[in-house]
T-cell receptor
Framework: AQKITQTQPGMFVQEKEAVTLDCTYDTSDPSYGLFWYKQPSSGEMIFLIYQGSYDQQNATEGRYSLNFQKARKSANLVISASQLGDSAMYFCAMREGNVGAQKLVFGQGTRLTINP | GAVVSQHPSWVICKSGTSVKIECRSLDFQATTMFWYRQFPKQSLMLMATSNEGSKATYEQGVEKDKFLINHASLTLSTLTVTSAHPEDSSFYIC?????????????FGPGTRLTVT
């Protein structure tokens, strides 16, 4: 079974609109962490946001927020007021186990295109 | 912020030759480094985890004799693709993390694009 599922291969959004990128995960470990990364065409992986399984509140980092619904096992990324520079691949990833655990499993990614 | 570099950023080699890729943590000590491979339009797949001073742990299906990993210091890990073939052509990305258990982040390098002709 897929550990991380991103069901949207591509998304097209008008500039300045908000966009939600979906991510569902599968784990039986009560301790885990969820990550979102942005990968522009240059290839570098840019860390966006992190949510721990025991965190009480949804994580936020500037225009990025993570809509964490633990019971549904979803961790959607919300980008508010999208910009042309947000066009990139976005990957959701999960670390199973506590913070000391290390392995990340990535989803298949969503290609986001922001239209002017 | 933490910076990880990779060298070279791209390399072309002939089939049957070996190529070495370096991953360096520039401003922190990386007790653990990871090597990923990414084929075009696909996700990152973890190849191996290396801890400084010990043997790398390879993921299932990754040939350890083909992809040699050395993590000899706290700031440098190398991946050597031995006897490269065209199917080894891919984007190789390393990441690194510190030993601080409270730190959850992995810091990624910019990647190395390998083309085997």
């Amino acid at each position: 079974a897929q550990k991380i599922t991103q069901t949207q291969p591509g998304m097209f959004v008008q500039e300045k609109e908000a966009v939600t990128l979906d991510c569902t995960y599968d784990t039986s470990d009560p301790s885990y962490g969820l990550f979102w990364y942005k990968q522009p065409s240059s290839g570098e992986m840019i860390f966006l946001i992190y949510q721990g399984s025991y965190d009480q509140q949804n994580a936020t980092e500037g225009r990025y927020s993570l809509n964490f619904q633990k019971a549904r096992k979803s961790a959607n990324l919300v980008i508010s007021a999208s910009q042309l520079g947000d066009s990139a691949m976005y990957f959701c990833a999960m670390r199973e186990g506590n913070v000391g655990a290390q392995k990340l499993v990535f989803g298949q990614g969503t290609r986001l295109t922001i239209n002017p | 912020g933490a910076v990880v570099s990779q060298h070279p950023s791209w390399v072309i080699c002939k089939s049957g030759t070996s190529v070495k890729i370096e991953c360096r943590s520039l401003d922190f000590q990386a007790t653990t480094m990871f090597w990923y491979r990414q084929f075009p339009k696909q996700s990152l797949m973890l190849m191996a985890t290396s801890n400084e001073g010990s043997k790398a742990t390879y993921e299932q299906g990754v040939e350890k004799d083909k992809f040699l990993i050395n993590h000899a210091s706290l700031t440098l890990s190398t991946l050597t693709v031995t006897s490269a073939h065209p199917e080894d052509s891919s984007f190789y990305i390393c990441s690194a993390r510190t030993g601080t258990l409270s730190s959850y982040e992995q810091y990624f390098g910019p990647g190395t694009r390998l083309t085997v002709t």
